[in-house]
């Protein structure tokens, strides 16, 4: 019996092959994920329709099951027409989350065509692709090391 939350088994079967360094993109459902993705990435597909599941779901699940680094978001160029609205409202329910789960990391933002270039790199293991609507939803975990 699992005592995390994360209960999928091919998630969790990718996590345990993970190591340290392994990135997990959990994906909204407007990024490209069958293209931007890592050489030995694998996608699982949890976009059931639109708006299910968000992005929060699947973090939420992932913190209560692997120890994280560092946790990066798509940053919006300033030339991007996003830019004027601010900061994604999303993001505020990622911090709730992180705090939730007793870590005190913070979100990082990585400009968009930056955060494609990290996602594509040979630590990129998992894109979980959701149906979230949210905009610039997208989050990028890199994972720590267990300790206990």
Not at 16 to 42: F, Q, V, W
Not at 90 to 105: I, K, M, Q
Not at 130 to 148: E, F, K, M
């Amino acid at each position: 019996m699992l005592k995390h939350q994360l209960i999928h088994p091919k998630i969790n079967e990718i996590l345990g092959r993970a190591g340290h360094h392994s990135r997990i993109l959990i994906a909204d459902g407007n990024y490209p994920a069958s293209t931007k993705r890592g050489p030995h990435s694998e996608i699982v597909c949890l976009n059931l329709s639109p708006g299910l599941v968000r992005v929060a779901d699947v973090l939420r699940a992932l913190l209560s099951a692997v120890p994280v680094d560092h946790v990066n978001v798509m940053g919006i160029p300033s030339d991007d027409p996003y830019a004027a609205l601010g900061e994604p409202p999303v993001w505020s329910e990622f911090r709730t989350l992180l705090r939730e789960s007793g870590s005190n990391l913070a979100l990082e933002p990585i400009l968009k065509w930056d955060f494609y270039k990290h996602v594509e790199s040979n630590d990129h293991v998992l894109t979980v692709q959701t149906g979230d609507q949210a905009l610039w939803g997208n989050v990028l975990l890199t994972l720590g090391c267990r300790t206990s």
